[in-house]
């Protein structure tokens, strides 16, 4: 089993900066595939970024369109940490994110990944 708790999230006016932390516990933390999706009322839950190990030190990023530019996702193996920059941020970037992880795929799609954090609310104002 893997726990995930994030934190990070807030109020912020349009343009203003965000970053979310997501921590894990419970497995080695180095080959995880780390996700972050979120989710706006009445939508489905979407794609946002993603850091997938590519074997030894090596990691690859993703992210969806609307984000390119704006967010950027890293990871501390130290700190068994993802984070999610969100920089210019849009009133539709208003959300829960979520934090996920998986250790089978590298993929955007929210049903692969097997473990969630709890989520935190991201409010842009306009």
């Known amino acids: 089993q893997v726990q995930l708790v994030e934190s990070g999230g807030g109020l912020v006016q349009a343009g203003g900066s965000l970053r979310l932390s997501c921590t894990a516990s419970?497995?080695?933390?180095?080959?995880?595939?780390m996700g972050w999706f979120r989710q706006a009322p009445g939508k489905e839950r979407e794609f946002v970024a993603a850091?997938?190990?590519?074997?030894?030190?090596?990691?690859?990023?993703d992210f969806t369109d609307s984000v390119k530019g704006r967010f950027t996702i890293s990871r501390d193996g130290a700190k068994n940490t993802v984070y999610l920059q969100m920089n210019s941020l849009k009133s539709e970037d208003t959300a829960v994110y979520y934090c996920?992880?998986?250790?089978?795929?590298?993929?955007?799609?929210?049903?692969?990944?097997?473990?969630w954090g709890q989520g935190t609310q991201v409010t842009v104002s306009s």
């Open positions: 996920a992880a998986d250790d089978r795929y590298s993929s955007t799609k929210p049903r692969t990944y097997a473990y």
């Open positions: 419970g497995r080695p933390f180095s080959r995880y595939n």
């Open positions: 850091i997938w190990w590519g074997g030894s030190n090596t990691y690859y990023t």
